[in-house]
């Protein structure tokens, strides 16, 4: 069971979309998704914009938004809180949604192809996000 699976409830859990392991959602239910997981104690790591189709995924990877390392002695709604307010901000920073399908088609051949075809890219966009639950990694460093 994943992070998100034991921790953010089924309604996130269903807007999202499954890319490998990993979890991703559209712009508009981003901060609610980071909203969720730090009220559920999970600090946020951070993460990237993904087009996601059947046959293929385009990361941008440029387009990140991770936060800083859980600082000694942070607690952890100190360190959930800070990870929220850093993620969102680099977040808002995030070029609009157009400018990203700009970007992917200049940046993937698969994209392009997929744009030729009339396919709409924002359909495919998600914003994955990456969790960590704070009290499990301090119980692993004082092992």
């Given at each position: 069971m994943t992070e998100e699976q034991k921790y953010l409830p089924s309604e996130i859990l269903l807007k999202s979309t499954l890319s490998g392991q990993e979890y991703g959602w559209k712009r508009e239910d981003f901060k609610e998704v980071v909203d969720y997981a730090v009220k559920a104690g999970l600090a946020i790591i951070g993460g990237q914009v993904q087009f996601k189709f059947p046959d293929?995924?385009?990361?941008?990877?440029?387009?990140?938004?991770?936060?800083?390392?859980?600082?000694?002695?942070?607690?952890?709604?100190?360190?959930?809180?800070?990870?929220?307010?850093?993620?969102?901000?680099?977040?808002?920073?995030?070029?609009?949604?157009?400018?990203?399908?700009?970007?992917?088609?200049?940046?993937?051949?698969?994209?392009?192809?997929?744009?030729?075809?009339?396919?709409?890219?924002?359909?495919?966009?998600?914003?994955i996000l990456y969790f960590e639950d704070s009290e499990t990694e301090i119980a692993k460093k004082e092992k």
């Open positions: 293929g995924t385009c990361e941008l990877y440029w387009r990140k938004y991770d936060t800083n390392e859980r600082k000694a002695n942070e607690d952890c709604t100190s360190y959930c809180n800070r990870t929220k307010t850093e993620c969102l901000e680099q977040f808002k920073e995030t070029p609009n949604n157009q400018k990203l399908i700009e970007e992917g088609i200049e940046s993937f051949k698969f994209l392009r192809a997929k744009s030729e075809e009339g396919i709409n890219l924002e359909n495919h966009l998600i914003f």
